[in-house]
């Protein structure tokens, strides 16, 4: 079920011209694209070239009846997708997702996780002063995969005994509130991520981080409250999303005020 979903995840895959309805892109759209470089334009790391599809791309040539140029001249264009295609030949992409996995039912299995999770034990050390600790490990290791052994047009590296990508194997939190005697409730706390891999060859990794925020809670009335939320505090640059080819720093240093209604 995991690999349907997956795939199903690659043929619908949206890009951002496609939602807003835009125009084909003339160029690239990554900020690292050397100038003039074309829409479909990637750089060239081991990371993106060693890439790795949940099926065969022999048998999607063969289920849409097309070549691998056709695939490769309609995808040229950021504004579309494989759905779109498979829409053209007569298929739903559920569907030819299930026929795309079809050969490896049975064949694979979940990969392997150790998990130990300390997570949400909180406590008051007083009636205004509460605390929430946090912790979790996680012993990430992929026990079989067919990288490296399944026939694809694109060379794969082994990667049984790596550790699942976007998987820290440490991760922990501390948040503390206190409410004032006028009313003030105050809060503060430090959040940890250890280092994680872009990949599941293991050939890319972010490094590890830590952030600190805060908070601040004034009620105007029994049924609002004003709120003040500071977030990275220590201006950290760290990526908070990675996988797909692409890696997303998380915010700065950021102050949001706010109003909150309780019913």
């Not at 995991?2 to 003339?26: C, D, F």
């Not at 490296?148 to 509130?177: M, Q, Y």
């Not at 830590?210 to 505090?233: C, G, V």
Request: aromatic share 10%.
């Amino acid at each position: 079920m995991r690999w349907l979903i997956v795939v199903v995840a690659l043929l619908l895959m949206p890009s951002t011209a496609l939602a807003q309805g835009a125009k084909p892109q003339t160029k690239s759209l990554d900020s690292e694209a050397p100038p003039g470089s074309p829409p479909h334009w990637l750089p060239n790391e081991t990371w993106v070239m060693q890439h790795w599809l949940p099926y065969d791309e022999t048998r999607l040539y063969s289920l849409l009846g097309v070549t691998r140029g056709d695939i490769w001249r309609w995808l040229r264009d950021d504004t579309r997708n494989l759905a779109g295609l498979a829409a053209l030949h007569g298929w739903e992409a559920h569907d030819l997702a299930r026929e795309l996995v079809k050969p490896w039912d049975g064949k694979t299995r979940e990969p392997g996780r150790m998990a130990l999770a300390l997570d949400s034990a909180m406590g008051r050390l007083r009636r205004s002063w509460s605390l929430l600790l946090g912790y979790t490990f996680l012993d990430s290791k992929i026990l079989e995969s067919n990288n490296g052994i399944a026939p694809t047009p694109f060379p794969t590296l082994p990667d049984e005994g790596n550790r699942l990508a976007n998987t820290p194997k440490h991760s922990a939190n501390v948040w503390t509130t206190y409410e004032t005697p006028w009313r003030l409730t105050v809060g503060g706390g430090v959040r940890f991520v250890d280092d994680r891999f872009g990949n599941t060859a293991n050939t890319r990794r972010v490094p590890s981080y830590w952030t600190t925020d805060a908070m601040a809670s004034f009620p105007l009335t029994e049924h609002l409250d004003l709120r003040l939320n500071l977030y990275n505090l220590n201006d950290a640059y760290y990526f908070d999303r990675i996988g797909g080819g692409h890696l997303i720093p998380g915010p700065a240093r950021t102050a949001n005020v706010s109003v909150g209604l309780k019913f």
